[in-house]
Protein backbone atom coordinates (compact mmCIF):
# COMPACT_ATOMS: atom_id res chain seq x y z
CA UNK A 1 0.00 0.00 0.00
CA UNK A 2 1.52 3.37 -1.39
CA UNK A 3 -0.76 5.10 0.88
CA UNK A 4 -1.86 7.34 -2.23
CA UNK A 5 -5.80 6.39 -2.41
CA UNK A 6 -7.86 7.25 -5.48
CA UNK A 7 -11.43 7.00 -6.11
CA UNK A 8 -13.86 5.10 -7.64
CA UNK A 9 -12.00 2.20 -9.43
CA UNK A 10 -14.20 1.95 -11.75
CA UNK A 11 -16.47 4.21 -13.77
CA UNK A 12 -18.07 3.47 -16.87
CA UNK A 13 -19.70 6.72 -18.94
CA UNK A 14 -20.79 7.63 -22.16
CA UNK A 15 -19.77 9.80 -24.27
CA UNK A 16 -20.18 13.35 -24.10
CA UNK A 17 -20.65 13.22 -19.99
CA UNK A 18 -18.25 14.52 -17.84
CA UNK A 19 -16.38 12.43 -14.79
CA UNK A 20 -13.94 13.67 -11.98
CA UNK A 21 -11.23 11.30 -10.75
CA UNK A 22 -10.26 12.07 -7.19
CA UNK A 23 -7.20 11.34 -5.27
CA UNK A 24 -5.76 11.61 -1.63
CA UNK A 25 -1.67 11.88 -1.65
CA UNK A 26 0.17 10.32 1.19
CA UNK A 27 0.33 12.09 4.43
CA UNK A 28 2.70 14.74 4.46
CA UNK A 29 3.04 14.79 0.60
CA UNK A 30 2.40 18.28 -1.41
CA UNK A 31 2.89 17.30 -4.52
CA UNK A 32 0.33 15.60 -6.69
CA UNK A 33 0.75 13.92 -10.34
CA UNK A 34 -1.61 12.61 -12.73
CA UNK A 35 -0.83 10.22 -15.45
CA UNK A 36 -2.62 8.75 -18.24
CA UNK A 37 -2.02 4.96 -18.93
CA UNK A 38 -3.99 3.79 -22.18
CA UNK A 39 -3.86 0.17 -23.38
CA UNK A 40 -0.26 -0.92 -23.96
CA UNK A 41 0.97 2.82 -23.57
CA UNK A 42 3.05 4.20 -21.27
CA UNK A 43 2.13 6.22 -18.62
CA UNK A 44 1.96 9.69 -19.84
CA UNK A 45 2.24 12.41 -17.54
CA UNK A 46 -0.83 14.84 -17.66
CA UNK A 47 -0.05 17.63 -15.09
CA UNK A 48 1.33 18.29 -11.53
CA UNK A 49 0.67 20.59 -8.74
CA UNK A 50 2.22 21.39 -5.67
CA UNK A 51 0.92 23.11 -2.62
CA UNK A 52 -2.17 23.77 -4.20
CA UNK A 53 -0.62 25.34 -7.47
CA UNK A 54 -0.50 23.98 -10.66
CA UNK A 55 3.75 23.18 -11.49
CA UNK A 56 4.17 21.48 -14.28
CA UNK A 57 2.09 20.35 -17.12
CA UNK A 58 2.04 17.45 -19.62
CA UNK A 59 0.04 16.02 -22.40
CA UNK A 60 -3.08 17.38 -21.23
CA UNK A 61 -5.96 18.27 -23.25
CA UNK A 62 -8.40 21.05 -23.15
CA UNK A 63 -10.98 19.23 -22.05
CA UNK A 64 -9.34 18.04 -18.95
CA UNK A 65 -8.71 20.03 -15.85
CA UNK A 66 -7.03 19.60 -12.73
CA UNK A 67 -6.84 21.06 -8.97
CA UNK A 68 -5.12 21.20 -5.96
CA UNK A 69 -7.69 22.19 -3.03
CA UNK A 70 -6.43 23.40 0.36
CA UNK A 71 -6.36 19.61 2.12
CA UNK A 72 -3.91 18.45 -0.67
CA UNK A 73 -6.17 16.06 -2.45
CA UNK A 74 -6.85 16.57 -5.74
CA UNK A 75 -9.25 16.22 -8.74
CA UNK A 76 -9.23 15.65 -12.29
CA UNK A 77 -11.89 16.76 -14.30
CA UNK A 78 -12.50 15.01 -17.46
CA UNK A 79 -15.22 16.56 -19.87
CA UNK A 80 -16.76 15.69 -23.27
CA UNK A 81 -15.18 12.22 -23.26
CA UNK A 82 -14.80 10.41 -26.05
CA UNK A 83 -14.18 6.74 -26.53
CA UNK A 84 -10.12 7.61 -27.16
CA UNK A 85 -10.68 8.63 -23.48
CA UNK A 86 -10.70 5.30 -21.76
CA UNK A 87 -7.59 4.67 -20.16
CA UNK A 88 -6.43 3.96 -16.59
CA UNK A 89 -5.73 7.46 -15.02
CA UNK A 90 -3.21 7.46 -11.83
CA UNK A 91 -2.49 9.73 -9.58
CA UNK A 92 1.19 9.99 -7.76
CA UNK A 93 2.64 11.54 -4.82
CA UNK A 94 5.66 13.37 -3.82
CA UNK A 95 7.03 15.04 -0.90
CA UNK A 96 8.09 18.08 -2.77
CA UNK A 97 8.08 19.53 -5.99
CA UNK A 98 12.34 18.21 -7.58
CA UNK A 99 11.77 15.84 -9.75
CA UNK A 100 14.30 13.55 -8.64
CA UNK A 101 11.87 12.32 -5.25
CA UNK A 102 10.72 9.46 -5.53
CA UNK A 103 6.81 9.59 -6.63
CA UNK A 104 4.18 6.94 -5.25
CA UNK A 105 1.19 5.58 -7.61
CA UNK A 106 -2.17 5.21 -6.14
CA UNK A 107 -4.10 2.13 -7.75
CA UNK A 108 -5.33 4.01 -10.44
CA UNK A 109 -8.80 4.50 -11.81
CA UNK A 110 -10.12 2.91 -14.93
CA UNK A 111 -12.00 4.98 -16.85
CA UNK A 112 -14.37 3.00 -19.78
CA UNK A 113 -16.31 5.65 -21.90
CA UNK A 114 -19.12 3.58 -24.35
CA UNK B 1 7.63 11.38 -30.31
CA UNK B 2 8.82 8.33 -27.86
CA UNK B 3 11.80 9.98 -26.18
CA UNK B 4 12.02 6.62 -23.73
CA UNK B 5 11.70 3.80 -25.57
CA UNK B 6 11.63 0.08 -23.98
CA UNK B 7 11.30 -1.99 -26.92
CA UNK B 8 10.47 -5.74 -26.07
CA UNK B 9 6.93 -5.70 -24.83
CA UNK B 10 7.48 -8.94 -23.30
CA UNK B 11 10.26 -11.33 -21.79
CA UNK B 12 9.98 -14.79 -20.54
CA UNK B 13 13.05 -16.10 -18.00
CA UNK B 14 13.82 -18.94 -16.40
CA UNK B 15 13.65 -19.01 -12.21
CA UNK B 16 17.04 -18.47 -11.33
CA UNK B 17 18.57 -17.00 -14.34
CA UNK B 18 19.13 -13.48 -15.04
CA UNK B 19 16.43 -11.39 -16.22
CA UNK B 20 17.78 -7.95 -18.48
CA UNK B 21 15.00 -5.05 -19.23
CA UNK B 22 16.11 -2.86 -22.06
CA UNK B 23 15.28 0.97 -22.32
CA UNK B 24 16.36 3.27 -25.20
CA UNK B 25 16.27 7.07 -24.58
CA UNK B 26 16.69 10.06 -27.00
CA UNK B 27 16.85 13.34 -24.77
CA UNK B 28 20.32 13.91 -24.11
CA UNK B 29 19.13 16.49 -21.28
CA UNK B 30 17.80 13.53 -19.11
CA UNK B 31 19.97 13.36 -15.59
CA UNK B 32 17.93 11.15 -13.63
CA UNK B 33 16.59 7.34 -14.74
CA UNK B 34 14.22 5.56 -12.78
CA UNK B 35 12.50 1.91 -13.40
CA UNK B 36 9.18 0.99 -11.69
CA UNK B 37 7.48 -2.04 -11.32
CA UNK B 38 3.85 -2.74 -11.84
CA UNK B 39 1.51 -5.52 -10.51
CA UNK B 40 -1.63 -5.84 -11.79
CA UNK B 41 -4.46 -3.41 -10.19
CA UNK B 42 -2.09 -2.06 -8.64
CA UNK B 43 -0.61 1.42 -9.31
CA UNK B 44 3.57 1.60 -10.19
CA UNK B 45 6.20 0.95 -7.28
CA UNK B 46 9.63 2.60 -7.81
CA UNK B 47 12.35 0.00 -7.74
CA UNK B 48 15.92 1.27 -8.44
CA UNK B 49 17.21 4.61 -9.74
CA UNK B 50 20.48 5.70 -11.46
CA UNK B 51 21.69 9.61 -12.05
CA UNK B 52 23.97 10.17 -14.98
CA UNK B 53 27.04 10.87 -13.11
CA UNK B 54 27.04 7.29 -12.54
CA UNK B 55 27.30 4.20 -14.84
CA UNK B 56 25.77 1.41 -12.22
CA UNK B 57 23.41 1.48 -9.31
CA UNK B 58 22.76 -1.32 -7.30
CA UNK B 59 20.49 -2.80 -4.83
CA UNK B 60 20.07 -6.18 -3.74
CA UNK B 61 19.23 -8.37 -6.74
CA UNK B 62 18.70 -5.65 -8.89
CA UNK B 63 21.11 -3.73 -10.71
CA UNK B 64 20.53 -0.78 -13.29
CA UNK B 65 23.09 0.03 -15.89
CA UNK B 66 24.02 3.32 -17.72
CA UNK B 67 25.77 3.72 -21.19
CA UNK B 68 25.17 7.35 -21.93
CA UNK B 69 27.28 7.86 -25.06
CA UNK B 70 24.30 5.00 -26.10
CA UNK B 71 21.86 6.40 -24.64
CA UNK B 72 20.89 3.13 -23.24
CA UNK B 73 20.36 2.03 -20.05
CA UNK B 74 19.42 -1.32 -18.17
CA UNK B 75 18.01 -3.48 -15.53
CA UNK B 76 19.29 -6.73 -14.60
CA UNK B 77 17.92 -9.03 -11.76
CA UNK B 78 19.86 -11.91 -10.71
CA UNK B 79 18.69 -14.32 -9.68
CA UNK B 80 14.68 -14.08 -11.46
CA UNK B 81 11.82 -14.92 -8.88
CA UNK B 82 8.43 -16.21 -10.07
CA UNK B 83 7.60 -12.90 -7.87
CA UNK B 84 9.88 -10.63 -10.36
CA UNK B 85 6.90 -11.30 -12.97
CA UNK B 86 5.33 -7.90 -13.18
CA UNK B 87 5.52 -5.03 -15.62
CA UNK B 88 8.39 -3.39 -15.63
CA UNK B 89 8.07 0.79 -16.77
CA UNK B 90 11.41 2.35 -17.44
CA UNK B 91 11.56 6.25 -17.09
CA UNK B 92 13.50 9.18 -17.73
CA UNK B 93 13.83 13.04 -16.22
CA UNK B 94 15.59 16.10 -17.07
CA UNK B 95 17.40 18.54 -15.78
CA UNK B 96 15.08 21.79 -14.14
CA UNK B 97 12.45 19.84 -15.39
CA UNK B 98 9.06 18.09 -13.56
CA UNK B 99 8.23 15.49 -15.83
CA UNK B 100 8.89 12.27 -15.69
CA UNK B 101 8.64 10.41 -19.22
CA UNK B 102 7.61 6.93 -19.04
CA UNK B 103 8.61 3.79 -21.49
CA UNK B 104 5.66 1.72 -22.59
CA UNK B 105 6.60 -1.20 -20.31
CA UNK B 106 8.40 -4.69 -20.61
CA UNK B 107 6.12 -7.31 -19.00
CA UNK B 108 8.51 -10.27 -17.49
CA UNK B 109 7.54 -13.63 -16.77
CA UNK B 110 9.50 -15.73 -14.74
CA UNK B 111 8.56 -19.04 -15.09
CA UNK B 112 9.07 -21.84 -12.04
Not at chain 1, 52 to 75: M, T, V, W
Not at chain 2, 29 to 52: C, H, N, Q, R, V
Not at chain 2, 99 to 107: D, H, M, N, P, V
Amino acid sequence: DSGVTQTPKHLITATGQRVTLRCSPRSGDLSVYWYQQSLDQGLQFLIQYYNGEERAKGNILERFSAQQFPDLHSELNLSSLELGDSALYFCASSVSSSSYNEQFFGPGTRLTVL
Amino acid sequence: DQQVKQNSPSLSVQEGRISILNCDYTNSMFDYFLWYKKYPAEGPTFLISISSIKDKNEDGRFTVFLNKSAKHLSLHIVPSQPGDSAVYFCAARGTGGFKTIFGAGTRLFVKA
